[in-house]
């Protein structure tokens, strides 16, 4: 039996899911995955905490981290995963309260980071090919495509799905780094993420790309609730420009130092 501190920690941010949070998904992730759940509340004024108290309590897999106050999903997902690597987790990652990618998906991108070291960032990818379930509306996918193409071409990765909830990561010193600072974005805190992996931060070098993978998954489901319409749009946009700039100085100190 994997001793709970060697175990991947999967991160699950949650606001107000009292009356939305799978509980059964949860412990399908606890139960089947062999790994922790660290679920984040982000100071949420419903009846969250209370419910994810009473789960913790039927698991030994799983775990509440509750932040005093909400400071948005970017910052949940950060404390998180830098409480899960101050624990000692070899692999980190983070997933949707929503489930909108399904436990055993997640499962599977822990097992492609576990069985190829040479990874150390896996990425969940809505890619809708023949066979899989990828079930998504147009306006989200269209609009969704314009901002993954704008990303990928402002962090110069050929990267197809930046905002897919679904990563994990190995503990690694450029993660530890990435992490130390607050993000910049509360909308796209996932590109500013693969960001500082990739040019490096706080000191720490970056990842090369062979270090990352994409993989499609095999079943994504568009869960009603969430909202991408032009003025989250515009936010996600500002963002992205804000984030292209940091990455650009943070580059320059790298690319001199190897003159």
């Not at 450029?174 to 000191?203: I, K, N, Q, T």
């Amino acid at each position: 039996m994997i001793e709970a501190a060697l175990r991947p920690v999967v991160v699950i941010p949650c606001f107000n899911e009292a009356n939305r949070l799978d509980t059964d998904a949860v412990l399908r992730l606890a139960e089947a995955g062999g790994l922790n759940v660290l679920l984040v509340d982000d100071g949420s004024t419903d009846a969250t905490v209370t419910l994810v108290q009473a789960l913790v309590a039927t698991r030994t897999e799983l775990e509440l981290l509750a932040l005093e106050k909400n400071m948005g999903k970017a910052e949940a997902v950060r404390h998180g995963l830098n409480h899960a690597l101050q624990g000692g987790a070899p692999v980190v990652g983070y997933l949707d309260a929503d489930f909108s990618t399904p436990p055993e998906e997640f499962i599977r991108l822990v097992n492609v980071l576990i069985n190829n070291p040479t990874l150390d960032v896996v990425l969940g990818s809505r890619v809708a090919l023949l066979g899989t379930h990828i079930e998504r509306r147009a306006r989200r996918h269209y609009l969704g495509r314009v901002f993954g193409t704008l990303a990928a071409t402002s962090l110069g990765m050929a990267v197809y799905d930046t905002q897919c909830g679904a990563k994990v990561f190995r503990a690694t010193p450029s993660l530890r780094a990435a992490l130390a600072d607050p993000f910049l974005s509360r909308w796209v805190f996932d590109v500013e993420l693969l960001g500082r992996l990739r040019v490096g931060a706080d000191g720490s070098p970056g990842l090369t790309l062979d270090a990352f993978r994409e993989v499609p998954l095999e079943a994504w489901h568009d869960v009603p609730g969430g909202t991408l319409g032009v003025a989250q749009m515009s936010h996600a946009l500002g963002d992205l420009a804000r984030i292209s700039w940091q990455q650009r100085l943070a580059a320059r100190p790298n690319a001199e130092g190897g003159q």
